[in-house]
Structure formats: C-alpha cells, structure tokens
C-alpha cells in the first residue's frame, strides 16, 4: 500500500531547532518533496530529495533515507514566520504514476515566542 | 513573470449546479493537476493531465470533470455540485522534466449550500 506518516502538531521556540520527521511506505520511489504551507494559502515548494543525505538551503534542510523510508526537515533559526503546515510528498514510480505525488496530511508547526 | 492562478477565488452556489472553476499557468508546463484539500484527508488528486487533450482520472474523480484544450489551461467542471464537494481547490503544474516539482495557484475555497 501507500503511506506516508507526519507527527500531526508540533510545538517549538523561536530561534530554536526542530526536526519533521516522515517516513513513508511506497510501492516505487522517485523523489520526496517538501512543502509549506501557510495557513488560507497555498502549499509552495522548499526541498527535493531523490539520493540519499543532506540538501541544505539556508535555514532549511532535508534528509533523505531510502532504505528506511525515512525523510526530515530540519529547520533551524526558528522564527514566528515558520509557523505553517509542513507537508511530505513522495513521488510515485509506478509505470504510467511516475508524475503523480502521494500526500502526507502535514505537520502543524506552532513557533512560540 | 511566469504563474499560476486560479479564478474565482471563492464561490458560493447551490446544491446542483454546474461550476467550472478556472486554472491557467503562463510557465508552459505539460503537466496540470486539480487537488482538493479538507481537513483530516489532506490533499487528494482529482484529475491530472500529462498534455493537450491528455485527461486521467485521479483518486476523488466522481462528480468532476476536466477538458486540456491547450497548454495552458485545466478548468474542473462540478457537474452537480454537492455539499460534499465544500472544499478548498488547488491547481498545480509541472514540468516533466528535472525534479518534476508541482507549483501551486492560490487556491479556490468553494462551498455549496
């Protein structure tokens, strides 16, 4: 089957570190994507994974493991302006799929003053 | 500079009418989906389109329709709306080429009373 599992909420501090894990249970891989997404708005993209280890862009960074089903996005330098829905993708490798993305539900990031 | 936009960007109609909601992108992209996003499903793909005159069914497909008649544009047509079918609409394009990531329109909020 197709799965991809996020923590439903966090919490963190501004000017602190968090870590969204994902991990995911595909039929095909063909990349992982994450996205933001501010609350009443649209989700835009931040980061692409299809080799295994680190993509850093600025305060923002992915990981990728593909024998342990395993991504996270690492957010560093928290600001008030990070709190927004975070959302896995993982890119479907199946003939005739390979365009299509399977959804996570998101991860609700609350940064706190 | 190249986009994506979606129009109305919210609609309000009755329980069986016909709505067509809008989507266009000035980026050349080969690729155009529709997604619906609720909470507690996160977004799911209704109907998706590869080229002109490509149209596929996605995973919520029943009471929506699609026609590519150009690069350009992917209107999604509720034939019968429900009230099942309040939702937050977005449309997406791709490029088929590269990382393949999908650009979001703003998003169409549309609820059927």
């Known amino acids: 089957g197709q799965n991809i599992d996020q923590p439903t909420e966090m919490t963190a501090t501004e000017g602190a570190i968090v870590q969204i894990n994902c991990t995911y249970q595909t039929s095909g891989f063909n990349g992982l994507f994450w996205y933001q997404q501010h609350a009443g708005e649209a989700p835009t993209f931040l980061s692409y994974?299809?080799l295994d280890g680190l993509e850093e862009k600025g305060r923002f960074s992915s990981f990728l493991s593909r024998s342990k089903g395993y991504s996270y996005l690492l957010l560093k330098e928290l600001q008030m302006k990070d709190s927004a829905s975070y959302l896995c993708?993982?890119?479907?490798?199946?003939?005739?799929?390979?365009?299509?993305?399977?959804w996570g539900l998101g991860t609700s990031l609350a940064v706190n003053p | 500079d190249a986009e994506i936009t979606q129009s109305p960007r919210h609609k309000i109609t009755e329980t069986g009418r016909q709505v067509t909601l809008a989507c266009h992108q000035t980026?050349?992209?080969?690729?155009m989906f529709w997604y619906r996003q609720d909470l507690g499903h996160g977004l799911r793909l209704i109907h998706y389109?590869?080229?002109?005159?490509?149209?596929n069914k996605g995973e919520v497909s029943d009471g929506y329709s699609v026609s590519r008649s150009n690069t350009e544009d992917l209107p999604l047509t509720l034939e019968s709306a429900a009230s099942s079918q309040t939702s937050v609409y977005f449309c997406?394009?791709?490029?088929?080429?590269?990382?393949?990531?999908?650009?979001f329109g703003p998003g169409t909020r549309l609820t059927v009373l």
């Open positions: 389109s590869y080229g002109v005159q490509d149209t």
């Open positions: 993708a993982v890119r479907d490798a199946r003939a005739g799929n390979n365009r299509k993305l399977i």
């Open positions: 997406a394009s791709s490029e088929a080429a590269g990382t393949d990531t999908q650009y």
């Open positions: 980026w050349n992209h080969n690729n």
């Open positions: 994974n299809v």
